[in-house]
Nanobody, 130 residues
Framework: QVQLVESGGGLVQAGGSLRLSCAASVRTFSTHAMGWFRQAPGKEREFVAAIPWSGSSGYYADSVKGRFTISRDNAKNTVFLEMNSLKPEDTAVYYC???????????????????????WGQGTQVTVSS
């Protein structure tokens, strides 16, 4: 059973930064794409960022492009989300997710779809005060 554990959330003032981590308990971590999604109160879950298995590029929602950076450390089975210039509208529970397809290149459209991810973490709260 794959487990994903997020950490790094918290309360930060607008303009501040946070770094989220997601540790995965899967031997084949390096072969899987990873994604970050978020859900604010009263809103649907939305795509934030994704990184393919190769780590060669990142895909981002327009709302976070230029402020957030996704990366991965395959030696530590961990994916990161570096969040800078945070805004109150970034307040949400952030979830990481894993796509069990191995070595799948996919496309930007593919990685933005939450149904392609098979495993999800429990979420970590990010609150940005104005």
């Amino acid at each position: 059973q794959v487990q994903l554990v997020e950490s790094g959330g918290g309360l930060v003032q607008a303009g501040g930064s946070l770094r989220l981590s997601c540790a995965a308990s899967v031997r084949t971590f390096s072969t899987h794409a990873m994604g970050w999604f978020r859900q604010a109160p009263g809103k649907e879950r939305e795509f934030v960022a994704a990184i393919p298995w190769s780590g060669s590029s990142g895909y981002y929602a327009d709302s976070v492009k230029g402020r957030f950076t996704i990366s991965r450390d395959n030696a530590k089975n961990t994916v990161f989300l570096e969040m800078n210039s945070l805004k109150p509208e970034d307040t949400a529970v952030y979830y990481c997710a894993l796509d069990t397809r191995s070595y799948y290149a996919g496309s930007s459209t593919y990685f933005r779809t939450d149904t392609i991810y098979d495993y999800w973490g429990q979420g970590t709260q990010v609150t940005v005060s104005s």
